[in-house]
């Protein structure tokens, strides 16, 4: 059973730059175990605000808890990482010459030189995590590959399993199934299902019927402002949601729009 606490939460954070306020006293929770789903239009200050949480943008004013007490507001990114906070963009960033494996024991041994990685020898247990790791993302088979041969889906898997070797608490995701044939998109949902049994994910995406069909709580951003958080059945019905993404249209057409 899942323990039911606030892993994060933002507070009344603001973000300006040169003047404009791309995100104006946003207010975000988020639970242990949990995977939400953030949206909103294009310039709602959705990926601000993972930016904000990641230490590469600072706000001007609010502040960002982590694990209850520990303020991260002016932390540096590698300090907020080193705490348990993994960020992944949008374009995978992977060791394209490398092979899979190799592309994961780099990510596990980070605090080592490339070098010194590749032939120092892996223990038993080292071994053991590859091994499950590789096979959560589904590339057991394509372990000995060079990781510059795989497909755009399995790239970004890839990186997903470098993140978990990391062992973050929370993972911050931006559009992760852009780019994806639907097979892949699938795919990536149920990873993203598997992995929040253990761990917190936030992700930003424009997919709606992706959004729909993983999501089990949204928060919609618009004019960076909070607009509404709840299920998507719930942000579905909700008139300022689809004044917002259609014009007043409401329900099925918003889970086929996009942000």
Excluded at 95 to 124: C, D, H, K, W, Y
Excluded at 217 to 231: A, C, D, N, R
Excluded at 239 to 254: F, M, N, P, S, T
């Amino acid at each position: 059973m899942k323990k039911e606490s606030v892993i994060l939460q933002c507070s009344e954070v603001t973000v300006e730059f040169d003047g404009f306020k791309a995100v104006q006293g946003m207010n975000l929770k988020l639970e242990q175990g949990e995977l939400r789903f953030l949206i909103g239009p294009n310039g709602a200050g959705k990926t601000t605000i993972l930016d904000v949480i990641c230490g590469k943008v600072k706000p001007a004013a609010g502040k960002v808890t982590f694990n209850g007490n520990i303020d991260i507001t002016r932390r540096k990114e590698h300090q907020i990482a080193e705490l348990g906070i993994g960020r992944k963009f949008q374009a995978p960033s992977i060791f394209p010459t490398m092979t899979v494996e190799e592309n994961l024991e780099i990510s596990m041994r980070q605090r080592r030189s490339v070098f010194a990685t590749l032939f120092a020898r892996m223990q038993g247990e080292e071994r053991d995590r590859i091994e499950a790791q590789l096979e959560m993302i589904g590339l057991q088979d394509k372990a000995s590959w060079r990781a510059g041969g795989l497909s755009h889906g399995e790239k970004q898997w890839l990186e997903i399993g470098m993140m978990l070797l990391q062992e973050p608490e929370i993972l911050l995701l931006d559009e992760p199934v852009a780019g994806m044939t639907d097979k892949e998109t699938d795919k990536t949902g149920e990873l993203l299902k598997q992995i929040a049994r253990k761990r917190s994910i936030v992700v930003v995406e424009h997919d709606m019927e992706f959004v729909r069909n993983f999501a089990s709580k949204v928060t919609v951003m618009h004019e960076g402002k909070l607009l509404k958080e709840g299920s998507m059945d719930e942000i579905q019905r909700d008139d300022r949601v689809a004044e917002v993404y259609l014009g007043k249209r409401r329900d099925a057409d918003v889970s086929r729009s996009t942000a």
